[in-house]
């Protein structure tokens, strides 16, 4: 088939590099225009656009799709369109384009989850479980009828990063098995219950701020799910420190306050933080300026110090612009 796919982020890498590799065309990509990014506010592309300019892929960016791509995708003339994770809503005109419509790799088990941050909810939740969901777009946010599911499940050590590396790779297979369906006219869609859906946004980093009054697991769930970014966060003596991984722990409560670094706290074992229910282990961390160390290289290094505590922060953080993610 001829293909045009929509993406910006890793997540529809794989995908796309089946696609290139497959019997199927690919027409173009459409990704995000380039932005500034780091200290430098250096414009960086895409990985989606990196890869097809290595591959001679033609590469269509817009400010808003709706607005300024209905006439190029047109004249493109694709049989299907596929979008991973672009990054802006889709409006009728542009859906209506292609023979066979469009269609969604989405990381979660629809209804489940729709929107920005399916993948980060889903560990912020506590799940045991998420998936790829390939659903047929419509003009709503993940509402179209389900055209395949595959589920796997979340470790307890998994960060959103490690989890939306595994998904990109299990949607990019369950892409190419999709579109033979569709090609055969074999698929049977299914219809959402969309009284399950939940929503989801792009996490904040005022959502990110670590407090142990909280469980133990609760508290794993936020730092698992906002590894990469945006990154759980608290303070211990007057710094800020992120934190990139824990893991709750079977060890009984003690009398200390929430927050407080407790028995077996040591260079030889790692950091243990009594929290509101519960001990949790800091597996890494980071201190400004310096690496991402283990539990045990922080506690060594004095860093940490059992009967000392961290604390909330309180000092303001500014929003972030939300993404119109689809």
Do not use: W
């Not at 299907?80 to 859906?95: D, E, F, H, N, R």
């Not at 055969?184 to 990110?208: F, G, R, S, W």
Request: aromatic share 4%; glycine share 8%.
């Amino acid at each position: 088939m001829r293909i045009i796919y929509l993406s910006t982020p890793e997540f529809g890498l794989a995908g796309l590099q089946k696609l290139y590799e497959s019997r199927h065309e690919v027409l173009a990509v459409v990704t995000q225009p380039d932005k500034p990014s780091g200290r430098g506010n250096k414009i960086t592309f895409s990985p989606i656009k990196e890869f097809a300019l290595k591959n001679n892929i033609k590469v269509l960016q817009y400010e808003k799709i709706s607005r300024d791509g209905v006439d190029d995708l047109k004249d493109l003339n694709p049989d299907i369109m596929i979008t991973a994770a672009y990054g802006q809503i889709l409006s009728q005109a542009i859906i209506g384009i292609p023979k066979y419509g469009i269609i969604n790799v989405h990381a979660s088990l629809l209804p489940k989850y729709r929107g920005a941050s399916p993948i980060q909810s889903a560990i912020m939740k506590g799940e045991t479980q998420t998936g790829i969901t390939i659903m047929q777009t419509e003009a709503g946010l993940d509402t179209g009828d389900i055209l395949a599911v595959q589920a796997t499940d979340i470790a307890p050590t998994e960060t959103a990063g490690e989890l939306g590396q595994r998904l990109s790779k299990i949607g990019a297979d369950l892409l190419l098995s999709t579109l033979d369906q569709i090609e055969n006219h074999t698929i049977v869609p299914t219809k959402q219950q969309h009284a399950d859906a939940t929503i989801t946004t792009k996490l904040t980093k005022e959502e990110c701020l670590v407090n142990f009054n909280k469980s133990a697991k609760q508290i794993r769930c936020l730092v698992m799910a906002t590894n990469p970014d945006p990154v759980a966060r608290c303070i211990y003596k007057g710094e800020q420190v992120k934190l990139y991984r824990a893991i709750e722990t079977d060890l009984a409560n003690t009398d200390a306050d929430p927050g407080t670094l407790v028995e077996p706290t040591s260079p030889k074992t790692g950091a243990f933080v009594q929290c509101g229910q519960g001990v949790l282990e800091i597996l890494e961390a980071q201190f400004p300026g310096g690496k991402v160390l283990t539990g045990k290289q922080l506690v060594g290094g004095r860093k940490l110090n059992k009967g000392e505590g961290f604390m909330p922060m309180t000092f303001p953080i500014h929003h972030e612009d939300k993404d119109e993610n689809s």
